[in-house]
């Protein structure tokens, strides 16, 4: 009976950006760290805050608010960077804040409704009911497969 239950639902790590909740699959998250030492990169898009070193690997970072045209919280005392595994690179993606993990029933799991398309709903996977709170699941290869490098695995 437990395997059942556990099938039905589905685990995410929601975070702040500016005003709203967006939560990302949690197998994608390989740690949350605060903001290090950042080595900017020459001529590179504007949401891309550099290069950092975690643990003898390279690794870029990328400011999602800027990548989703969003304005950042007035308050930045707890922003942080989420190290996404992406299968042969890590990314590290710079929020205003990270909430909690969720365990979301694959039922409260919905679809995007039909929206002008903007830069935020072209990433956009569902979105999650989770108590009385609705996040947005953000497609996370599809948001910053374009945006790095080769920063592969070790």
Known sequence: MSENLSSQHQRFLEFQ??????????????EVITLPDL?????????????MNLRGLVLTVIDLRKRLSIQPSKDQSESAVIIFDLGDRLVG???DSIC?????MEDAIKPVPE???TV?????KSVLQFQSKLSLWLDVDKLLGGTVSNNKVA
Do not use: M
């Open 39 to 51: 080595t900017p990169i020459p001529k590179s898009p504007p949401h891309v805050c550099g290069l």
């Open 100 to 104: 909690r993990v969720i365990s979301v």
């Open 120 to 124: 935020v709903t072209q990433h956009l």
């Open 115 to 117: 929206a002008e398309n």
């Open 93 to 95: 993606a710079y929020v």
């Open 17 to 30: 950006l500016g005003e709203e909740s967006y939560a990302v699959e949690l197998l994608k998250v390989r």
